[in-house]
């Protein structure tokens, strides 16, 4: 059973750093993209990043790009989102999901990590 | 980037009976392999979206065969043929072509 579990929800304050997770199982996970999807808090879906574990080739939604650092490490089948210094409007759930092939859907999603980042 | 546009915003349905949901895209989504790569997910209350349709029409692993997606190019529909009470939530549609990936608004479906 393919399987993708996020690491808990965060209580931030601005200007700190934070490192998700989100760690794949039932599947090979050098073989397929894992992408990062940002929901504001009441608001629709929004692609943040990708990344193939396998070569950690990685590309950025421009909205993103510099914001926030995707990276992997394939050794332990986790894939991660990173934040060097949080702003209150980076409250939101996130979640990771699998894309299924090139070209195909995000077919499984994770659970999502809620952020919340308040002075 | 493409912009994925959806009408309604909101629908409220009485149980047993059909709904539709639009989609429009800014752009074709008919790869120069012949598909068209257009998506719908269902995001229940509370729950990470779910993958509902592939490529327009097929249904993924698992989705009642009451969900029917159609469209060309531009413009595509996600119809449920007889609404139940478990297919509440927001449904989102999907451009996979451009590999910047973009989701439509969001529709929200609820009882009557």
């Known amino acids: 059973e393919v399987q993708l579990v996020q690491s808990g929800a965060e209580v931030k304050k601005p200007g700190e750093s934070l490192k998700i997770s989100c760690k794949g199982s039932?599947?090979?996970?050098?073989?397929?993209?894992i992408g990062w999807v940002r929901q504001m808090p009441g608001k629709g879906l929004e692609w943040m990043g990708i990344?193939?574990?396998?070569?950690?080739?990685?590309r950025y939604s421009p909205s993103f790009q510099g914001q926030v650092t995707i990276s992997a490490d394939k050794s332990i089948s986790t894939a991660y989102l990173q934040w060097s210094s949080l702003k209150a409007s980076d409250t939101a759930m996130y979640y990771c999901?699998?894309?299924?092939?090139?070209?195909?859907?995000?077919?499984?999603w994770g659970q999502g990590t809620l952020v919340t980042v308040s002075s | 980037d493409i912009v994925m546009t959806q009408t309604p915003l909101s629908l409220s349905v009485t149980p047993g009976q059909p709904a539709s949901i639009s989609c429009k895209s800014s752009?074709?989504?008919?790869?120069?392999?012949?598909?068209?790569?257009l998506y719908w997910y269902l995001q229940k209350p509370g729950q990470s979206p779910q993958l509902l349709i592939y490529?327009?029409?097929s249904r993924f692993s698992g989705v009642p065969d009451r969900f029917s997606g159609s469209g060309s190019g531009t413009d595509f529909t996600l119809k449920i043929s007889r609404v139940e009470a478990e297919d509440v939530g927001v449904y989102y549609c999907?451009?996979?072509?451009?590999?910047?990936?973009?989701f439509g608004q969001g529709t929200k479906v609820e009882i009557k």
């Open positions: 999901a699998r894309l299924g092939g090139w070209l195909q859907p995000f077919d499984y």
């Open positions: 039932g599947y090979s996970f050098t073989s397929y993209w």
């Open positions: 990344i193939y574990p396998g070569d950690s080739d990685t």
């Open positions: 752009q074709s989504l008919l790869h120069s392999d012949g598909k068209t790569y």
């Open positions: 490529e327009v029409s």
């Open positions: 999907m451009q996979g072509i451009h590999l910047l990936w973009t």
